[in-house]
């Protein structure tokens, strides 16, 4: 007789002019202050410079490359902090969409509850890079012990959710209360390394410099990034 219920089964960086003070343009912050100083300095030396030693057009066009290209940069990183904005702002409409629902998250919890002689449990999964041929999932109490241990057998590559039906091995009802479950997963009789992961109720959105962060309420916090799986 089965004891768990598979869910879900799919598969700025600065830039730095280096030279002698004849090479310098100025020391303006931008590449506005530096097209300022470059044709201040040009005008000046244009006014007294020897006609019979002109200034040296390689200087010019080096000076003049040194303003392009600062005056690149300036704009690539406006270009990148308006993406990132628009990108930050469109995480976080997908984020308060999936308010009420709940998540698949890094995590190695399951919350067992009853009701009248009905035990209720949280889903629980794991996440394996490569296929395994053999694989077991360990159920412990709070102090530790192990109440339940659950063969699943050969599991595909990707995210897999499962649910307890709460009964320990001695096939009484387990306990209300907070339990932990280890994974031992292996191929060819190698052992792999599968990413446990736990169920969270998504509260809410909380916003934050780096992006938004779901507010899993007990679970703490999340960012979209962690999630592996939406449930229902």
């Known amino acids: 007789m089965s004891v768990i219920t598979s869910i879900n089964d799919p598969a700025s960086s600065p ?24 044709l201040t300095l040009l005008v000046a030396q244009l006014k007294n410079q020897d006609p019979t030693n002109p200034m040296d057009n390689s200087q010019l066009t080096s000076q003049l490359a040194q303003i392009n290209t600062v005056s690149g940069i300036e704009k690539l990183n406006t270009t990148l902090g308006s993406i990132s904005g628009q990108i930050n702002n469109g995480q976080s409409v997908q984020a308060t969409s999936m308010i009420g629902h709940g998540v698949m998250v890094p995590g190695s919890s399951i919350l067992v509850g009853s009701d009248k002689d009905k035990v209720s449990t949280t889903p629980f999964g794991l996440e394996l890079e490569r296929a395994s041929d053999t694989t077991t999932v360990t159920i412990s109490d709070a102090t530790g012990k192990a109440v339940k241990t659950i063969n699943i057998g050969a599991q595909t590559a990707g995210v897999h959710s499962y649910t307890w039906d709460g009964t320990q091995d001695d096939g009484t009802p387990a306990p209300d209360g907070n339990y932990s479950f280890s994974i031992n997963a292996s191929s060819n009789g190698e052992q792999m390394v599968a990413t446990k992961l736990n169920y969270a109720m998504v509260a809410g959105v909380i916003n934050d410099a780096k992006g938004p962060l779901l507010d899993l309420g007990v679970r703490g916090s999340s960012s979209l990034g962690d999630v592996r799986q939406i449930l229902g």
């Open 15 to 38: 830039v730095n002019n280096s030279g002698n003070s004849s090479n310098n343009i100025g020391a303006g912050s931008s590449a506005q202050d530096l097209q300022d100083n470059f």
